[in-house]
């Protein structure tokens, strides 16, 4: 799924590095999830249920809409 793909080098590109360890971790952990899944977050259509989750997607969507929140 490129266009995922695009968005998360967009992310290791712009906010990775300010991650705290954990959400570094969470990070890590999320790329073994369905592609769908992860999209789905991304483009804000569904939220995970765990807060460092909904956290690390949130950066996520912010570096792929120009935000900063770091």
Known sequence: MSELELQL????ENGFSSLSE??????EDMLSLEDWEIFDWVQGREMPKGEIERRVVTQIR???S?????
């Not at 080098?9 to 290791?12: A, S």
Request: charged share 35%; glycine share 6%; hydrophobic share 40%.
């Open 62 to 64: 912010e570096a792929n």
């Open 9 to 12: 080098l967009r992310f290791l």
């Open 66 to 70: 120009g935000l900063k929140s770091w």
């Open 22 to 27: 954990e959400e570094k971790a969470c990070y």
